[in-house]
């Protein structure tokens, strides 16, 4: 060995030693917060089971047994009990339209009216508790309440509210229902044009407007709504994360409608008020993909890309629902032969679009729920990644009620995420009277087709689609292991042959939708070098009867780290001990 050899030998030796020291150090320094007495179902495959973790700069910096987490101890570390209870990743709710959901925490709930005279009386008073306010909003009404039509009438909102506006949105978001009032302020009359996009119902006698509006008709009255103001719009978003922290959820994909937020979302990270992480695809507007859309989304990707705000997908609504006929199939309608639906975008013009965003690196969602849709959609994506040769891009489908037999293992094969929402699913009347009724049985049988997609190898990602149903995943997640109501009709569940495992399913919300953000390096699994996004629920999921694992409540959530929700009656003193 020259002289010049064994210098540099030995400086790179010195520098090896500095660096093992720097790395010892580190190692040695104490966590941040550790969590013991937990069972930890870690959705890691090498390691799926521990009993502790550690936490430090946000990060989780070990995962083992009791002992081997303790030496991550010290004076300052906090230490939360699990108390023998189940601890996961935190969950990721992969469709969400944030805002709607979180002012429609304010507005007249409807989900769970059952009669046009309840709905009456639940707008009634709520308009007499809120005097001041001049545009009545309301959210959550089933098809089912108005009989075999399934489209309400401005006539039963005349009758409790006649001289103030009202717009009640159907639970699916699809249908609107004004009163006389709204229509008229909208100018709406037998003579007005149906919008792109939109279809005014109209009385087959007389030819006024009834009240429903289908898809984008309902702009016409909500661009009348008064917007609120910046102040309100903090406040309705500060609950809404409030919410979801108390839920266990620990991000969000929006699929639209949150983008012209994100400034706020900024400004409640700067005051250490975000708890919550999003991951946020704008709209995109058909039926072109415009010059100026371009900028707006590449502004929006530039200025928000980190593991708080994320800017990085674009969604486009492809067609509507099956329950108005809006839904693109290929074959008519059952109930109505003369309805078939259409996709809200030209296959050339999508797939031209498609092809330049996926080109720029964008991930794509596409809202598409009948099997016309979903089968264009797939093209689209197919052609754009042959264009650009690109692959691993996860584009995704949103929604994917009704596919065709021949589209569903094509999600496997071209490497496009099912992101749907279980509770779309729940066999209420609803489903059952009336969106099967409308694609008929042998249709049907393909609705939401989980187990069959995942069984062809394709990528499955989890959702609620709030405020068209809850936020709260844990209904979410018994749908699908049961495929049957919380009073277990149908017996034996509806097309059971589609659900899917309990694993399954908890990965469909943790690393599977980590999958589907792109960002399972980093999330979805209670892993080292991960963010420190846990949870701690009240229920072993693994011993509890299917038909009850949406009676689950959050115990503890954590995100980066921090406790953002405890339980009230998790422990009398908020701050667990530090002592060892």
């Known amino acids: 060995m020259n002289v010049r050899t064994a210098v540099r030998f030995l400086l790179l030796l010195m520098l090896g030693v500095l660096a093992g020291n720097a790395l010892a150090q580190k190692n040695d320094a104490p966590a941040d917060t550790v969590v013991l007495h937990g069972k930890i179902y870690t959705v890691n495959a090498k390691q799926p089971w521990a009993e502790a973790l550690a936490i430090r700069g946000g990060k989780i910096i070990a995962v083992g047994s009791e002992k081997d987490i303790e030496s991550y101890r010290g004076a300052s570390t906090r230490a939360i009990d699990a108390k023998d209870h189940l601890v996961l990743p935190g969950f990721v709710d992969t469709h969400v339209h944030f805002i709607g959901g979180a002012f429609g925490l ?194 929006l990707r530039q200025t928000y890309h980190d593991e708080w705000i994320d800017a990085g997908a674009v969604k486009f609504l492809g067609d509507g629902v099956i329950e108005a006929h809006t839904a693109g199939m290929l074959e008519p309608y059952t109930d109505d032969p003369t309805l078939i639906g259409k996709p809200n975008w030209g296959a050339e013009q999508y797939t031209k679009a498609v092809t330049e965003l996926d080109r720029r690196g964008f991930q794509i969602f596409t809202h598409a729920i009948g099997d016309r849709t979903i089968q264009q959609t797939l093209d689209g994506y197919a052609a754009a990644h042959k264009a650009n040769g690109t692959k691993d891009s996860r584009d995704r489908i949103e929604h994917i009620e009704d596919p065709s037999a021949a589209e569903i293992p094509r999600f496997g094969r071209e490497g496009v995420i099912a992101s749907m929402q279980p509770l779309h699913a729940y066999p209420n009347e609803d489903i059952l009277q009336v969106w099967a009724r409308n694609v008929g049985p042998e249709r049907a049988q393909r609705a939401w087709p989980w187990h069959d997609i995942a069984a062809a190898g394709g990528h499955l990602a989890f959702g609620s689609d709030w405020p068209v149903v809850t936020l709260n995943p844990w209904p979410g997640l018994q749908n699908l292991l049961t495929r049957q109501t919380t009073e277990g009709n149908p017996p034996g569940g509806w097309i059971a042959k589609e659900c899917i495992t309990l694993q399954q399913a908890i990965d469909g919300y943790t690393l599977g939708a980590a999958y589907a953000g792109r960002r399972e390096k980093s999330e979805g699994s209670v892993e080292i070098g991960k963010v420190a996004d846990v949870i701690v629920v009240s229920q072993d999921l693994f011993h509890t009867d299917a038909h009850k694992i949406g009676q689950t409540q959050v115990l503890i959530t954590i995100v980066a780290g921090k406790v953002t929700y405890q339980a009230p009656d998790w422990a009398k003193d908020p701050s667990p001990t530090t002592s060892r």
């Open 106 to 299: 304010q507005h007249v709930k409807l989900d769970d009216a059952a009669t046009i005279p309840e709905i009456q009386k639940r707008v009634k008073e709520y308009a007499a508790a809120h005097p001041g306010t001049s545009f009545i909003q309301g959210f959550g009404w089933m098809y089912p309440v108005f009989g075999k039509d399934a489209l309400p009438d401005k006539k039963y909102l005349d009758e409790v509210l006649p001289d103030r506006p009202s717009l009640l949105s159907a639970y699916d978001g699809h249908t609107s229902w004004a009163n006389s009032k709204a229509l008229q302020m909208a100018g709406i009359t037998r003579d007005t044009p149906n919008p792109l996009n939109g279809i005014i119902v109209r009385d087959p006698q007389t030819g006024e407007a009834t009240g429903a509006l289908k898809e984008a008709a309902g702009e016409l009255v909500s661009r009348l709504i008064p917007e609120p103001t910046r102040e309100q719009k903090l406040a309705a978003l500060r609950q809404g994360i409030q919410y979801a922290n108390q839920l266990g959820l620990t991000r969000v994909h929006s699929a639209g409608g949150d983008d012209v937020n994100l400034d706020l979302l900024d400004e409640l990270r700067r005051a250490g008020q975000l708890t919550l992480r999003f991951y946020v695809a704008p709209f995109l507007e058909p039926p072109v993909l415009a010059p100026e859309t371009i900028e707006k989304v590449e502004r």
